[in-house]
Structure formats: structure tokens, C-alpha cells
């Protein structure tokens, strides 16, 4: 893979630690998930940012599961989590690590602080704990249990592991300054009680560690160079390096960046959860979901994603990107490697009334005009086709090339055809339009060079196939769903009309043995993806990916 990335200031930091010699040259990040819902955007950005790194360095990139909240975490969460993670190109070879494998370790390494008398037993409950911590700008107070004994919290902290009390009673906390101007340093707790089941360690464990000690123990573990996190964690390096520095052992540098969502959708794990527990959407890879299995069963590319990152770019401050920058991404990639083919999705019926009947020619049409390898099609053309509804007007508005009548217009790569007239049922609804065609244009081509504005698509109605196709469009109707007064709730942004079931398009007959998960330009309407689920050999179900932009400027002066 090509690795030319945009550097960014992370990328600077990691230059200079190379030029001095820092971790001889090493180069080797991580991405740390918890197993607690589905990947999404945000954390695509974080794993192709960190893996990137690796392989623009020649280092190492680490999978580890921050799997130290037993309460919210399944096994669902892992493999899906994995699996994202390889498609996104995150490769992590043999190095798919759990942070609950060092449960011993940051034990261990815990008791060697309470011996060192860094750290000690408080008998204190959660809100005395948060009201005791004071606030920025005011010193907070001491527990009236930090003065105990080593002796005394070695053996209630070997207690609390041995599961001899109740969940809160008690924790374990670092000694290190109630009066610190940042507040994390203040006495933070390291340990909490916890009667839990644990997917990987059972019941083994009655104490759990907080993010703020295992997290930098992890990192040092597994020989980390660059921990890279997001902004939220800046005020926490400084207790990152306490805890390193106090134990001395090896000694990773955190770097934060800013978060970065999405335009018209959600990226809070817990309104995504809801919104599938819900129904509003139909699971966790429903494609207009923002999440890497919704983006892949959408026909999103992890290429385009990267694109679409190295685009967005990395940096200190926080900021929604629009969802046009990735439909760009992805439209730049398809253009280029998906083969088109035509599909009807609202038919009106078109009758070529001086074409024979019952006969059938073999239209040549190129498979993608972008990448002349991928060769040609035939295309069976009949007297009786579809068009779209959209394609005909019987009064055009100015401006309009396509079919209308007394207008020519071009049928793509087959003929060009005249309307002459339209059948219309009792209520004056067109039911079919009637056309005669030019047969020295074969091809779509005018042997007299005039011009012919319009180029629209078509198929046999003898020879299509119906087909169900499933048109996406925001999930939310404004740009920032998550920014509501309080009080109100985020979902009454939910867009209604965010899914269009068509369930009987019309398709070309090649479309038939359209393969499960495969992506194809719908020539004029965009870019459609076999859906791997629902589609059936010889039955596919199409995922529009994204829509065609600037499809009429291109198509209408093109001659075909
Ligand atoms: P929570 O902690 O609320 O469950 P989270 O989004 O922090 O949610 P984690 O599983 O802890 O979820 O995240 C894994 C990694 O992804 C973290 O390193 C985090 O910094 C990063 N990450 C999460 N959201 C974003 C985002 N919007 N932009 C960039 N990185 C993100
Ligand atoms: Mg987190």
C-alpha cells in the first residue's frame, strides 16, 4: 500500500523523538478500544492515524482491548471490533492484545507503590471521594485514611483483591497531592471493588483498575513508543508519567489530537446503541449507520476512508467534518474502479413504434469509460424499453435534453430516438411514451455529426430483471444532531425519509450474476453495492453507496 501520507504535528513529534534517539528510532502505536459497542468514525480516524504512523515508519501497530470495565463489555463488541480494524487496513499481525492479561502485573505493580507508601486503602464512597477532590482553583482535602500504615494497606488492598468486601466500600488511591492545580493528581483512584463477571476472567477479580493506572502500564507492557489518544486525555499525561515515573519502568510518550465526527450523525456509542436497541435503524451495520460496518455494508471502501482522513487531517481542535468530503472519497475510488451498468429505478414504459417486433439487438456498451481494461458489455435492446419516469416530460421545463416530445435524444450506446406522441390511462397519467428511432445512429452516434444534447439510460422491458434497491440518505436532517437545547431530545432530528425502499427496479440482465458484494455505477443514478446479506445468486440486492454529483454536467455535453 502506498504509504505518501499528510504528516501532520504528530508526525513532527515522532521526527524529533527519531533524531535524538529517544527509543532508538522505534516507532509503535496502538489502538486501544473498549469492547463496548461498535467501531465508528471516530475511531476509524484514530485506527488508520495509528497504523499509518507504524507503517510509514517501518514500526508496529497493537490491537489491545481496554477491556478493563467488566460491566458493559461483550464478545459481539471484539470480533466485530476486530474485524473493522482489518478491513480498515489496520494491521496488528500476531499482536491482538487484552488489557485484562495484565490484571496480575498492574497488581503487582500497584502493591510495589502502596510499599512505597505511593499509594493507600480509602475507606471513603464515591461522592465523598468527588466532593473531598475541591474543583479547579481550590485545593481539595485529604481522606482521613491516607495517613494509614504501609502495613495496614498491604493487607486490606490483598483483602480487597481476595473479594472480602462489597463493591464500593472501598478503593485503592495514589498519594500525591490534594492541593495539585490539576485536579487528576489529586489522591486519583487506582483501584475500585468489583463483584463483576469478567468476559475473559471470569470472577477471578473482585478489584478492577481505572483507566488512568492501567492504561500507561499497558502502553509501557507492550513496549509502546507514541501513545496517542484524544484531547480529552491531556489533563491526565501528567498522572500517565507520575505512575511510569514512580515505578520506573518504560516509558511511552502520550500524544492527544483532537476528536473529529461526522456531519448528520451521531457518535456517541450510547445514542448509537440506542438507536439500534430502538428500531430507528435496523443494527449496528445498518448502512446509514456511522459505524466501519455500516460504512462497509453501505459499499463504502476502507481506501476511501483513508482518503477521506488524510483529507480531514489530524490536529488540536475539535471539528465536525461534512459528510460531503467522505461522499467525495468514495466517489473518487468508484469512479474509477466501478463497472457501470443501467438500471431503472422508477419505470414509464417507452415504445419504439418503427422498430420490429420481436427483435432483439446486441448494444455494445463500455463497462467503465474511466479504464478502457475493463472491456464492453451487450445489451440487449428491444422495441419496448424503460426509461425513468424522471427522463420524459411532457411540458420541459427550458434547459431540458431529455426526452420530450418532437425532442431527439440519445439512448446511451443504442440509438437516437424522437418522441412522437404518449398513451396516457383515464386519470392522464402517461403509461407509456412513444418514440421512433434513427437506425443510422447505431451506437448512438449521428452519421451527420448533428448534436444531440441528451443521453439517457434504458433497458429491454423484455430482458430486465426486477430487483430490490435500497436508496440511503442522512441519518439526521441537521448538520450537528448531538448539539440539541436541553431538554430536547437528539432523535427528533432524525431524518424520515433516510431510507427509500424501491422494490422493483429494473435492472440489465448482466446485473443478474452481480456477485455479493460487489460495487457498480448505475450509470446516471450513482454508485450501487450487492448487498452481502440479502443477496441471493442470481438475485441481488443493491445498497445505493452514494449518489452521482454533477451527474447531469458531465453526462448532458458529453457526446456518448
Ligand atoms: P467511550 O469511552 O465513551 O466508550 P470512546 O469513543 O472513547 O467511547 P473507546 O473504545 O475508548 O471509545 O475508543 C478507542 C479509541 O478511539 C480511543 O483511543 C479514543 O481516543 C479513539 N476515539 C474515539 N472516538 C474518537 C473520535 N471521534 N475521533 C478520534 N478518535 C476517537
Ligand atoms: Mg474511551
Not at 314 to 325: M, Q, T, Y
Request: proline letters at 6%; a neutral charge.
Amino acid at each position: 500500500m502506498e504509504t505518501t501520507v499528510r504528516k501532520n504535528f504528530i508526525y513532527e513529534l515522532i521526527d524529533r523523538d527519531n533524531e535524538t534517539g529517544r527509543f532508538e528510532g522505534r516507532v509503535h502505536t496502538r489502538f486501544p478500544p473498549e469492547p463496548n459497542g461498535y467501531l465508528h468514525i471516530g475511531h476509524a480516524t484514530s485506527i488508520i492515524l495509528n497504523s499509518t504512523i507504524a507503517k510509514h515508519y517501518n514500526g508496529k501497530f497493537n490491537l489491545r482491548f481496554d477491556d478493563t470495565n467488566p460491566a458493559k463489555e461483550e464478545q459481539e463488541y471484539v470480533d466485530s471490533i476486530v474485524a473493522d480494524v482489518r478491513w480498515l487496513g489496520g494491521d496488528f499481525e500476531d499482536r491482538l492484545f487484552f488489557a485484562s492479561d495484565y490484571f496480575q502485573q498492574m497488581y503487582d505493580w500497584a502493591m510495589a507503590l502502596v510499599k512505597k507508601g505511593k499509594a493507600f486503602v480509602c475507606d471513603l464512597k464515591a461522592d465523598e471521594v468527588s466532593r473531598l477532590r475541591g474543583a479547579p482553583g481550590t485545593p481539595g482535602q485529604e481522606s482521613p485514611y491516607r495517613g494509614r500504615s504501609i502495613e495496614e494497606n498491604v493487607d486490606l488492598f490483598t483483602r480487597m483483591k481476595n473479594g472480602e468486601f462489597p463493591d464500593g466500600s472501598r478503593t485503592l488511591r495514589a498519594k500525591i497531592d490534594m492541593a495539585h492545580p490539576n485536579i487528576n493528581m489529586r489522591d486519583p483512584v487506582m483501584y475500585r471493588i468489583l463483584h463483576a463477571e469478567h468476559h475473559r476472567q471470569g470472577n477471578k477479580w473482585c478489584v478492577y483498575p481505572m483507566y488512568d493506572w492501567a492504561h500507561g502500564l499497558e502502553d509501557s507492557l507492550e513496549k509502546i513508543t507514541h501513545s496517542i489518544c484524544t484531547l480529552e486525555f491531556e489533563d491526565h499525561r501528567p498522572l500517565y508519567d507520575w505512575f511510569l515515573d514512580q515505578l520506573g519502568i518504560y516509558h511511552p510518550q502520550q500524544i492527544e489530537f483532537a476528536r473529529r465526527t461526522l456531519g448528520n450523525t451521531v457518535t456517541s456509542k450510547r445514542k448509537l446503541l440506542e438507536l439500534v436497541k430502538t428500531g430507528r435503524v435496523e443494527g449496528w451495520d445498518d448502512p446509514r449507520m456511522p459505524t466501519v460496518a455500516g460504512f462497509r455494508r453501505r459499499g463504502y471502501t476502507a481506501g476511501a476512508l483513508r482518503a477521506f482522513c488524510d483529507e480531514v487531517g489530524i490536529s488540536k481542535v475539535p471539528g465536525v467534518s461534512d459528510i460531503w468530503v467522505l461522499e467525495n472519497a468514495i466517489r473518487g475510488e468508484l469512479n474509477r474502479t466501478a463497472p457501470r451498468a443501467m438500471a431503472v429505478l422508477k419505470p414509464v414504459k417507452v415504445v419504439i413504434d418503427n422498430y420490429p417486433e420481436g427483435q432483439a439487438e446486441e448494444m455494445t456498451v463500455l463497462n467503465n469509460p474511466e479504464d478502457p481494461a475493463a472491456g464492453s458489455r451487450k445489451v440487449p435492446f428491444t422495441r419496448e424499453l424503460y426509461i425513468e419516469q424522471d427522463d420524459f416530460k411532457e411540458v420541459p421545463p427550458k434547459k431540458y435534453f431529455r426526452m420530450t416530445p418532437g425532442q431527439e435524444v440519445r439512448l446511451r450506446s443504442a440509438y437516437i430516438v424522437k418522441c412522437v406522441g404518449v398513451d396516457k390511462d383515464a386519470s392522464g397519467n402517461v403509461t407509456a411514451v412513444h418514440c421512433t428511432y434513427d437506425p443510422a445512429t447505431r451506437g448512438g452516434d449521428a452519421p451527420d455529426g448533428r448534436k444531440i444534447k441528451g443521453t439517457i439510460h434504458w433497458v429491454s422491458a423484455r430482458h430486465a430483471f426486477p430487483a430490490k434497491v435500497r436508496l440511503y440518505d442522512a441519518l439526521f436532517t441537521v448538520r450537528e444532531p448531538e448539539d440539541v437545547p436541553e431538554g430536547e431530545d437528539y432523535k427528533k432530528n432524525l431524518n424520515p425519509n433516510s431510507l427509500e425502499v424501491v422494490e422493483k427496479a429494473l435492472l440489465e440482465p448482466s446485473l443478474k450474476d452481480a456477485a455479493a458484494g460487489t460495487r457498480w455505477q448505475f450509470e446516471r443514478l450513482g454508485y450501487f453495492f450487492a448487498d452481502p446479506k440479502d443477496s441471493r445468486p442470481g438475485a441481488p440486492v443493491f445498497n445505493r453507496t452514494v449518489t452521482l454529483r454533477d451527474a447531469w454536467a458531465k453526462i448532458e455535453q458529453k457526446t456518448a
